[in-house]
């Protein structure tokens, strides 16, 4: 008997084989175990991933519109600045993205 | 749906589809569909151990948690085994790190014991060393294409190899194995 070269089939008797010496104990005990785990697994839905970021988004979005409301109204509205200057908090003058704004510092600068 | 309700001509990707909707049952269904491959292919990695156990289930959890990244214009399982492969993979370079830094007192015995030195017995000892000697690949080449029935295509995606090289990977392995067996000889030098 001569040894093949490539064969295009699947050797059925070499499956056999394989699967004989592959085959572990109790494959329905291996099944249940890993669709177990998969059930423990608590696989992360987009929701979660929202959920676990919204109390850091929340505060974020809070603080942007908060900018966003301080940086506009003088715009809008230059007769109110100094209202604006009365009622801002100490963290006007520190907080580098108010510092960054031209509107800002001349409001600031005025107010001296 | 109840798996029991699942028609068993529900195809790798609807489940999958339903699976990435945060299915866990038709997950479930791919893993009684797939287990028993998964497991053999991990064992041909890394030999009868729990180590192969743990390492198929690895793999199911990592699908699992990337099947919302599964592409359904492919096929399910070379992708599903791939992972399971690749588990098994790493594992077996995490071992020869360990190896690499404890070296072992002892080392293992491939004799056969006395006690099951019957011809069938012999036999698959035979093949089973034979098996562990050939390199991972030759071995997870060959259990898909023998044992699982896997096309040269399918076996490339999951060993990230072109599909000649996995051709080259299965006659290999099946020389060696065939040779070991004794089932062949072999052949002359031209």
């Known amino acids: 008997m001569r040894e093949p070269s490539f064969d295009h089939a699947p050797d059925r008797a070499m499956g056999d084989l394989l699967r004989q010496a592959l085959d572990g104990p109790a494959p329905e005990a291996f099944v249940a175990r890993v669709r177990s785990a998969i059930g423990h697994d608590g696989r992360e839905t987009s929701w979660d991933v929202l959920g676990r970021w919204a109390p ?18 003088p715009a809008a509205d230059p007769r109110d600045n100094g209202s604006m200057l009365a009622s801002a908090p100490v963290q006007m003058e520190v907080t580098p993205q108010q510092a960054e704004s031209d509107v800002l510092t001349a409001t600031l600068l005025e107010g001296r | 749906m109840e798996p029991s309700l699942r028609t068993p001509d529900q195809t790798d990707t609807e489940l999958a589809i339903a699976a990435a909707r945060g299915d866990g049952d038709a997950f479930g269904v791919l893993v009684e569909r797939y287990g028993l491959a998964a497991r053999r292919v991990a064992r041909a990695v890394l030999g009868h151990g729990d180590d192969a156990d743990d390492a198929a289930q690895d793999g199911f959890i990592a699908a699992w948690r990337a099947i919302g990244q599964f592409d359904i214009a492919r096929p399910f399982r070379p992708w599903l085994m ?63 294409f023998d044992a699982e029935g896997y096309g040269h295509a399918e076996i490339a995606e999951v060993l990230g190899v072109p599909e000649g090289t996995v051709r080259s990977y299965v006659f290999h392995a099946r020389r060696a194995l065939r040779r070991a067996l004794g089932v062949y000889r072999e052949e002359p030098d031209a």
Do not use: C, H, Y
């Open chain 1, 56 to 73: 850091a988004g929340l505060v974020a979005a809070g603080v942007a519109a908060a900018l966003v409301w301080m940086l506009l109204r």
């Open chain 2, 82 to 144: 791939r992972i399971v492969a690749n588990a098994a993979l790493d594992l077996v370079r995490r071992r020869k790190v360990r190896r690499a830094v404890t070296i072992p007192e002892t080392v293992e015995s491939r004799q056969i014991s006395p006690d099951r030195a019957t011809e069938d017995a012999i036999f698959r000892e035979r093949f089973s060393a034979a098996l562990s000697g050939l390199p991972e690949r030759q071995r997870v080449a060959v259990v898909l």
